[in-house]
């Protein structure tokens, strides 16, 4: 069946560095990916689309990655702040999502 | 624009029971959907419609049903309700199913089946 992977591990990194987060797909070839952001008690929040054509997209400080030979999409934030710490959920189609990565940008 | 709004908040229900969640939204979006989260589970895909009486079933649908009367509305009934179903649901919508549109998500309503 269809999987979305992310590497359900938290992630804490020192303000002020990059941010790496992974997803990784399986048994099928996403025409795109969304990136959403969730805080606690709340709904996810759109991010950035990556369309399979697309090798990079750029918002800001945020960056992501498609590469369809190694099925994955990594997801990157510079010069991270405290205020970026949430998880972050990755999906593709509109149905399937990742379980989600959360992120702890310490002071 | 209120963008997505889901009621109640809360709910605490006794096993057996039925109710209904409330979904609605402002922005003309064709597609709507509700989730569950669990836990290690992620967003699961209970069940969808690309407009109005039009409905389809997602990932986890036993259990739950859902209409479609107008393009705003998109309500989530528990016939009977099971602790299983213990959960936070998510409608989102988004502007056309299929394609490259972001989805928007509402607040959430967070349902314990004692």
């Known amino acids: 069946s269809q999987k979305i992977e992310q590497n359900s591990e938290a992630l804490n990194i020192q303000e002020g560095k990059t941010a790496t987060l992974t997803c990784n797909y399986t048994?099928?070839?996403?025409?795109?990916l969304q990136w959403y952001r969730q805080d606690p008690g709340r709904g996810p929040v759109f991010l950035l689309l990556i369309r399979e054509n697309e090798k990079e997209k750029r918002k800001e400080r945020l960056k992501v990655t498609f590469d369809t030979t190694l099925k994955q999409s990594l997801f990157h934030i510079t010069a991270s702040q405290p205020a970026d710490s949430a998880t972050y959920l990755c999906a593709s189609h509109q149905f399937y999502f990742g379980t989600g990565t959360s992120l702890t940008v310490i002071p | 624009n209120a963008g997505v709004t889901q009621t109640p908040k809360f709910q605490v229900l006794k096993t057996g029971q039925s109710m209904t969640l409330q979904c609605a939204q402002d922005m003309n979006h064709e597609y709507m959907s509700w989730y569950r989260q669990d836990p290690g589970m992620g967003l699961r895909l209970i069940h969808y419609s690309v407009g109005a009486g039009i409905t389809d079933q997602g990932e986890v649908p036993n259990g739950y049903n859902v209409s479609r009367s107008t393009t705003e509305d998109f309500p989530l009934r528990l016939l009977s309700a099971a602790p299983s179903q213990t959960s936070v649901y998510f409608c989102?919508?988004?502007?056309?199913?299929?394609?490259?549109?972001?989805?928007?998500f509402g607040p959430g309503t967070r349902l314990t089946v004692l």
């Open positions: 989102a919508s988004s502007f056309l199913a299929g394609t490259y549109n972001e989805q928007f």
């Open positions: 048994n099928y070839s996403p025409a795109y």
